[in-house]
């Protein structure tokens, strides 16, 4: 079965760091790119970077540029994103996502993950 699933969503405190894991299952993780959106109550998914199945970072969320990070095990078939000064602006719905070529736009991946909540807030 080809899915994708999340984890380590979490409620952290402003300033925090938080790592979210994105396992594949039925297929292999670095064949393809994996793009990261979030999704915020009352807003629509907004894409926040994309990793290139050659490993290259594109940052479609200028306000995470410095802050987010992303590495992968290749043995675990699974990529992290490391998250660190977070803000309140950050809380949303997390969802990591595969496609073939990197993208901003969420029709263009055809694989999601179910999403994880991350919470910052004091």
């Known amino acids: 079965q080809v899915q994708l699933v999340e984890s380590g969503g979490d409620l952290v405190q402003p300033g925090g760091s938080l790592r979210l894991s994105c396992g594949a299952s039925?297929?292999?993780?670095?064949?393809?790119?994996v793009g990261w959106f979030r999704q915020a109550p009352g807003n629509g998914r907004e894409g926040v970077l994309c990793?290139?199945?050659?490993?290259?970072?594109?940052y479609y969320a200028e306000s995470v540029k410095g802050r987010f990070t992303v590495s992968k095990d290749n043995a675990k078939n699974t990529m992290y994103l490391q998250m660190s000064s977070l803000r309140s602006e950050d809380t949303a719905v997390y969802y990591c996502?595969?496609?073939?070529?990197?993208?901003?736009?969420?029709?263009?991946?055809?694989?999601w993950s179910q999403g994880t909540q991350v919470t910052v807030s004091s």
């Open positions: 990793t290139t199945s050659g490993g290259t970072n594109i």
């Open positions: 996502a595969a496609t073939r070529a990197c993208s901003g736009s969420a029709p263009t991946y055809h694989c």
């Open positions: 039925g297929f292999y993780l670095a064949d393809y790119a």
